[in-house]
């Protein structure tokens, strides 16, 4: 069965760093967008970034560009989202996703992605 999941929430001070995993099972995430968003309490889920595996191409909002970077691991099938210089908004639930072939345009947008995580919490609190 194919699945994601997330790993690596927690709690962090601002201006800390925390790194988030994706990992996939039952499938390899060759040809694949992979995508974080988040959902802060009161907000609609917002996409931040996003990696095609097809090209390396990397695509993020603006709330965390600079701040946020998105890798992966080929031999381990994950992804990460290291996030540094965390700020108190960035408190929310952050899940990953991943979709065949995304189109660039499309990869920060919810709608359509084949697979998602259960989310993990990150919660940035002095």
């Known amino acids: 069965q194919a699945q994601l999941v997330e790993s690596g929430g927690g709690l962090v001070q601002p201006g800390g760093s925390l790194r988030l995993s994706c990992s996939a099972s039952?499938?390899?995430?060759?040809?694949?967008?992979i995508a974080w968003f988040r959902r802060a309490p009161g907000k609609e889920r917002e996409g931040i970034a996003s990696l095609s595996t097809t090209d390396g191409s990397t695509h993020y909002a603006d709330s965390v560009k600079g701040r946020f970077t998105i890798s992966r691991d080929n031999a381990k099938n994950t992804v990460y989202l290291q996030m540094d210089s965390l700020k108190l908004e960035d408190t929310a639930v952050y899940y990953c996703?991943?979709?065949?072939?995304?189109?660039?345009?499309?990869?920060?947008?919810?709608?359509?992605?084949?697979?998602w995580g259960q989310g993990t919490q990150v919660t940035v609190s002095s």
């Open positions: 039952g499938f390899t995430f060759d040809y694949f967008t």
């Open positions: 996703a991943a979709d065949y072939l995304r189109r660039y345009s499309e990869s920060l947008r919810d709608l359509g992605y084949d697979y």
